[in-house]
Structures are given as C-alpha cells and as structure tokens.
C-alpha cells in the first residue's frame, strides 16, 4: 500500500481523496419534529452542495425569496453554510475544520436554523461534520536526542514520547513501526511507546545511531508521522530517573490567580554528576492546556498560568517528564482537580405565568413557574428562594429546582390591581450570593361591586308650571369596577304617580343620571310625589342598587281669587238690605273668596274700588266684611252698588272683582221702584220676577216658622238655612274642591245674624247685627287655624223667638262644609 501511494504522488494522492469524499453520500434524516439532519465530511469545498433544504421540507421555490430565507448558525460568528435561494440547496460558505471546531470531541454537530418570514416559520437543522483523515500523526519533536550508556542491560526500556493526530477514532493513531534494527525493538502499550534493548549496545563498534519511528493511523488513505530518534552510545550512565510516585493528584481553587503553586513532582537519578542533573518538562498536552500551566524545569513546580473555571473544565490531566544530563527520562501522571467557588450567582428564569390573574381566584391557586439554576456545584448550587412580605403570594417548592407561585388571600383589585412581586435566589455558598426578578402580575376585574349612590336619597324641588324638559336633579352613583363592570347606567323603575305611570312625568339620563321633567307640574293636582332611579353597572351578570328621589313641587301664583259670595253677576239675583238705623260700624255684608293657590299666594285682600257713596261703607282687608263706617242718615241714597276687588299675595298678583248690591230700607214695601235693583238685562221680565219673589218669601216665612217651632221642642237640632239674598251662604256657592291649604282656608269667620221676621211676607228681611270678627284680620294671623275652626258650628246654636227676632251663628267653614 505504502508503495502505491508513492507510485500516486500528489495528483493520485489528491484525486483517490475526492473519490473518498464522494463515498461520503450526505444523509438527510427527517426528525421527530420535522427537523432535518445532514451529515457531510469535514474540508467539504466551498460552494459544495450539503443537501436541498427546501426540497427536504417541502417549501415552495417561488416563495422561499420573498419571505426572505436565511440560514443563522448558533454559537459562532462563521457562515459555514448558506442558502441558494433559486435552487433551495444548502451549501458550504467556507472550509470547515471539524478538529477547531469540536475538537476531540466524538461527535460534532453544528446546528443551524433556517429562518423565514411572513409568515415567521424555523426551522432546526442539525449538520453532523464527519471526520476526514485530514491530520497526520505528529510528534513532538522532529528529532529525539536519547543517550545510552553501553552499559546498559538486555531489556531496558526507554520512553519515546507518543505520536499526536488531531482525528479521531480511526483516523487517530492506530500503530507505530520502528525502522529494523539490530539493538532496539518497540513496545508498545496504552499510551506508552518504549524502546526496549534487545541486544546490548557496543560503543566501539557504533558510537551512535538514527532510528526512524513512524506513526501510523488508521485513516483511508493511510497518514503517517516520523521522528528520528538519535542514540548515542556512552559508556557509563545506565540509571534513568525516577518519580517519587506514579501518579500525582492534586487541586486547585476556580479563579486561582496567576503563579499560584499547584503541586511539585519529583524524580532522582542514581548517576552522579551530569548523569545525575534532572530537569522537569510537560509531556504531550493540547495548546490550551499549555496556556493554563507552567513547570519549573529545575524544581518541578507546577504554577496556574491561565484562567481556570471549574464551570467550563472540573479537571486536567497531563504527563510530566524527568531527563538527567545524558538524556534518560522517565515519566509521571499528574491528575488536577478543580474545587469550585462560589463565583455564580443563581439565575431566576420564568417559565409561565398566568397574567392577568382573575381577583376571584381562591386561595392556593397556581399563577406561575420558576425555575432557579446555579452554575455552581455541590452547596454552592443548593439554592433557597422566596418572595417579599405583604404580597397575597407564596412559593411552594416542587420538582428539583422549580417552584409554584400560588395566591394566599383573596385578591381585591378595588383595592391592589397590580403587583410587582420580586423573587429573590440565594446560594448557600460562602458567602452567599443571591440575584432577584421583579414579576408584574396585573388583577383581571370581576364585577363584584354594585354601583353605589353618593347620597342614601335626594330631594328636588320644581316650581310647577315648568317647562317640559326642565332639569330636576341629577344622582350619582359609583362603580370601583373597571371598564364595563364599572360603568354605571340609569334608569326609573317603573311606578305610578297620581294614577299615572311614572315615565309620563320624570325621564333621566341613562349616562349622566340628570332628572328632567317629561311635562308641567301642578301644584294644586299633587304637591310631591317619590320616584326609584335604578343604577346599573355593564358587567355580567349586572348588579344594581335604587335610590329614592323625592319630588317637591312649590307653589306658583297661577291661580286668580274666586268669589263666591256675592254670586258672579248675571248668575242670581242678590241684594242685601240695610237697616236705616244702622250704626257705623254695622256688618251689613261679606264679600267671600277663595284661592286654590297656596301660602301667601292665597293670602287674600279686600278693596272697595268704586261705590255709590265712598264714604258710607268700608271692607275689610283680610276679612271681607262691609260695615257702615258711619250711621245710616235720611239724604244717604237708597240704592248703594259697591265694587269689590278681591287681591292675593303672590308676585304678581292676581285680583277678581264683584258688585255687591244694597238697600238701605227698612222693608222691601218702601221700595218705590224694585225693577232699579235688578239686573238690566231681566226688566223685560220684572212682572214674573216679582210674583215670584212673592210667592218665595210667603213659602219661605211659613217654613221658617215651622222650623222655630221645631227647634223650640228639639234644642239640639240644626237647622242650615238657605236664603236668596241673606248672608247665610247657600252650600251650592262653595266649589267642592276649596278646603284649607296647608292650614289656610281662606273662609274662617264666625258670625251673628238677627232675623227680623213681620206678619207680611212683603216685609220680611234679615238685620245684620253685631259679629264676633269686628275687626279685620291680620296679616300675621291668617295662616292659622282657630279652635272655633274645629268646632261644629250648630253646636251652641242659641235659637229664640223674640218680638220675631232670630239669633243664628253661622261659620264659614260650616258654610264650606
């Protein structure tokens, strides 16, 4: 074989490798997770095709350009391989060397992602370099200086320092051949090359010799590497040193600093002299074991040179050479162990978390995982981890180094809606290192709040006669939820006012919660009324609460005064007599009136604004009553027409006006001409009207005269007496629906009345006599009631046949009943 490669030089040489490199087919492995996998030998040329990646995973050619493919290595910064974006072929970018690249390692694979986008897709392919017998065996030194002394025996073994190949498995070194000789053979054994004596050296008859040791591997084709080893024949140095021990141990702390002492071997040799001298030296050991240590030739210490980290490299192992003067050497194992520091500090990683997290969730639920790692060993790795106080979270160990982050309270976002939670790691090596990571956990809202009303109830006050859409009020309510469980909708709940639904008078604003009036109020129908505005949040299921809204509507001065008594003119016929001796001061009559508004807007005054004769009679204010302000004289006229004008209190104020009619006379027979008195409108029927004036009062004085006789055997009885023309008010003059406002009626007095009867009917008629309200009322006094007010008016009734008089009280609040 030797000699064919010979007869091949280099171009036979070079063109039986590419035919090997063609034997290396590329292998395309499809894995569990549609990886891809090339296999493909080390110092494969540029440009060479590795495989058809876009065949392999089925990408479309036309598409792999414009979602911009391209291949990132991991671990370094070389681009050994790219992509031909027009064939989909994966090809090398430059020369790879699997030795630099992995080393002595016995698998080398460089992994490789192929990145597109639009959509984002990755893709893992993992590219094996297989090994080419591309390094020859090598050995340290091209020429091996050895010194033997003639002396020495049949069978002395002389260490010959071992052949290096960068390739491995069998590739490597697989045998040695020594060139045939007549003194030496070789041994060979694990790791030990010796020259072993087979027959005794003569100086005299060759004083040196040149023996050529090759290496050889196993590669196809076949490497080799040669030494010379140079003997040179002495006569007396026949004992080689020797180590204090096979094998050296030792260790030393990560981090030592430099010449730091690691351990000292030692060899001696029995010769004296030169033969005697030691010197120390390293054995074979790779380059980057050589920038981590240092020997001392004459003392044999070994120093730290480099960086050493027990997390990149827990030990070394390396051979030690002893050589005396001659050239006789022997060698040891050094074994060196590296003691690890506590130099990392633990690295927090999070491996899921649920976030937000919901405020409902229970007590011991599980939000996330975290997982601590130590690069350290041994204690310096154990690792304790725990979290701040106040936080309603725990971590609960579980598996090797991972750890539950679960819930310990109720969570309230209301009040904490977000949390940073720091994860602080701590070795328990000397000292301690810790490192720390801030988690931001957000609290998701449930809607667990009903909206809450600012005020437990309110109040709102309208004038009536408003405006349709006028504002009342507005509510409020709050919500601490968020978002949609926080926002808050108004609403009436349905119910009736006044017989009516309640959405016929009030409406409110469903997002501001402003009250508006849907139409006029008033006052004199309904005075307050009580509505439910109903606020409702958006969450699912909706909550609710109800607030009362109280309606208050005050009084407006829209109603004018009405008289009723005397009667509107053009209703009846009505006058009143007066005596001829009447005194001043003599109630003659009562203007009556009242005012369905309320307070002082029915605060009534009366005012005589035209008469007959302005100085005969007066009114007063507050009460109505007409009374002679002087004594009734011969020239006065006997027919007195007074205007009456009737004025409330509110602003403005509102006035109505009557004619009240008197006949200052005696009897009705003194009356030359009784058709003056009636109204202008009825004298085409005066005839008809006296008849049955007649015929009235005849009926009349015949029942008023049974009624006497019945009261004078029944004293307890009440008669109600009805007159056309007297100042008893008949009941069908008051309007069913005046009564007392807020405790103010406006008819209050109580009055007495003579009732002056003759034999002839034609002279009957009534006499004003003294009242028990002489004076006006006051201002102050009329929105009271007076205990008479309560009090059945017929009660004391005092009824008494005098010379035909009749006393009788009458109230006006009896005549309203």
């Given amino acids: 074989m030797e000699r064919l490669f010979s007869r091949m030089g280099d171009n036979g040489f070079s063109a039986l490798r590419s035919v090997l490199c063609c034997a290396f ?66 090809i090398s970018t430059e020369r790879i060397d699997r030795e630099s690249l992995c080393g002595k390692k016995p698998s080398c694979v460089l992994k490789v992602d192929l990145v597109l986008e639009n959509p984002l897709e990755l893709h893992r392919v993992s590219l094996h370099v297989q090994d080419v017998n591309d390094n020859s065996p090598k050995f340290k030194k091209n020429l091996i200086e050895m010194e033997i002394r003639e002396s020495a025996e049949k069978g002395n073994r002389f260490s010959i320092e071992e052949a290096h190949d960068a390739d491995i498995g069998q590739n490597a070194v697989q045998r040695y051949n020594l060139q045939k000789n007549d003194n030496f053979i070789l041994s060979i054994d694990i790791n030990k090359v010796e020259l072993v004596l087979e027959n005794k050296l003569d100086r005299e008859k060759q004083k040196e010799m040149n023996l050529l040791l090759t290496a050889l591997d196993g590669g196809s084709p076949q490497r080799s590497g040669t030494v010379v080893i140079h003997v040179t024949v002495l006569d007396a140095n026949d004992n080689a040193p020797v180590f204090s021990q096979v094998v050296y141990e030792a260790s030393v702390p990560e981090n030592s600093p430099p010449d730091t002492v690691v351990i000292k071997v030692s060899a001696t040799d029995a010769d004296e ?97 975290v997982n601590v790692q130590d690069a350290d060993y041994d204690s310096n790795q154990k690792v304790r981890c725990s979290i701040q106080q106040h936080v309603p979270f725990k971590l609960i160990p579980s598996i090797k180094n ?31 290192l810790s490192s720390s990571k801030t988690v931001q956990l957000s609290v998701a809202d449930i809607n667990d709040n009903p909206p809450v009303f600012e005020e437990q109830s309110y109040s709102a006050y309208v004038t009536e006669n408003n405006k349709p859409g006028s504002t009342l009020c507005s509510v409020t309510a709050r919500d601490p939820d968020w978002r949609q469980n926080g926002t808050v909708v108004y609403s009436l709940l349905p119910g009736e006012v006044n017989g009516a639904s309640v959405s016929s008078y009030l409406s409110v604003n469903g997002d501001t919660g402003v009250i508006h009036a849907v139409r006029s109020f008033d006052y004199e129908q309904f005075r307050s009324f009580k509505v439910l505005v109903m606020a409702r949040d958006n969450g699912s299921p909706p909550l609710s609460s109800n607030v009362t809204v109280s309606v208050f509507i005050s009084d407006v001065n829209d109603n004018s005064p009405q008289i009723l008594y005397p009667a509107p003119e053009g209703n009846s016929f009505m006058t009143e007599l007066v005596p001829k001796a009447a005194h001043g001061g003599s109630l003659v009559s ?43 004289s011969e020239s006065d006229s006997m027919k007195q027409n007074l205007i009456v004008a009737v004025k409330d209190n509110g602003q403005p104020s509102l006035s109505a006006t009557c004619s009240m009619y008197l006949l200052i006379s005696d009897n009705l027979a003194e009356v030359p001409e009784l058709k003056d008195i009636s109204y202008d409108e009825k004298n085409s029927k005066l005839t008809s009207y006296l008849i049955i004036a007649l015929v009235s009062v005849s009926t009349f004085f015949l029942t008023f005269i049974i009624i006497i006789l019945g009261v004078r055997f029944c004293r307890r009885r009440k008669p109600r007496m009805l007159f056309d023309g007297a100042v008893a008010i008949p009941s069908a003059y008051l309007p ?36 028990y309200n002489d004076n006006t009322l006051p201002a102050d006094k009329t929105l009271m009631k007076s205990p008479l007010d309560f009090a059945d008016p017929f009660e004391d009734l005092e009824p008494s046949l005098e010379v035909g008089t009749f006393q009788t009280h009458v109230s006006d609040s009896a005549m309203l009943k």
């Fill in 25 to 90: 087919s590329i292998v395309t492995l499809h894995l569990v997770y549609g990886d891809l996998s090339y296999s493909f030998p080390e110092e494969t040329k540029r440009e060479s095709v590795i495989g058809n990646i876009a065949k392999d995973l089925g990408l479309d050619l036309r598409t792999i350009s414009s979602r911009k493919a391209r291949v990132d290595i991991e671990g370094t910064r070389k681009r050994y391989c790219n992509m031909n974006l027009n064939t989909g072929d994966l």
């Fill in 273 to 369: 002299g030169v033969n005697g001298d030691v010197t120390y030296d390293f054995g074979h050991m790779p380059d980057e074991d050589l920038n981590m240590f240092s020997i001392d030739s004459k003392t044999g210490e070994i120093t730290v040179t480099g960086v050493i980290d027990f997390e990149e490299r827990s030990s070394f192992e390396m051979r030690v050479e002893a050589k005396d003067g001659l050239g006789l050497t022997s060698y040891a194992k050094v074994m060196i162990d590296v003691t690890d520091v506590n130099d990392n500090a633990p690295v927090i990683y999070l491996k899921s978390l649920t976030n937000p997290i919901a405020e409902n969730v229970s007590p011991g639920t599980e939000v996330g995982i």
């Fill in 402 to 432: 991972y750890y539950s982050l679960v819930t310990t309270g109720q969570l309230d976002r209301e009040l904490v809606s977000d949390y940073n939670i720091t994860i602080t790691a701590t070795d328990e090596g000397s000292p301690p």
């Fill in 590 to 632: 009562k203007v009556i009136a009242v005012d369905a508004d309320s307070g002082q807007n029915a605060w009534l005054s009366y005012q005589i604004v035209k008469s007959t004769d302005p100085g005969l009679f007066t009114i007063g204010v507050h009460s109505g009553e007409i009374r002679t302000q002087r004594d009734i």
């Fill in 736 to 771: 069913p629906n005046y009564a007392d406002v807020d405790g103010t009626g406006t008819l209050r007095s109580t009055y007495n009345y003579d009732a002056y009867l003759t034999t002839g009917s034609r002279t009957s008629d009534f006499k004003f006599v003294t009242s």
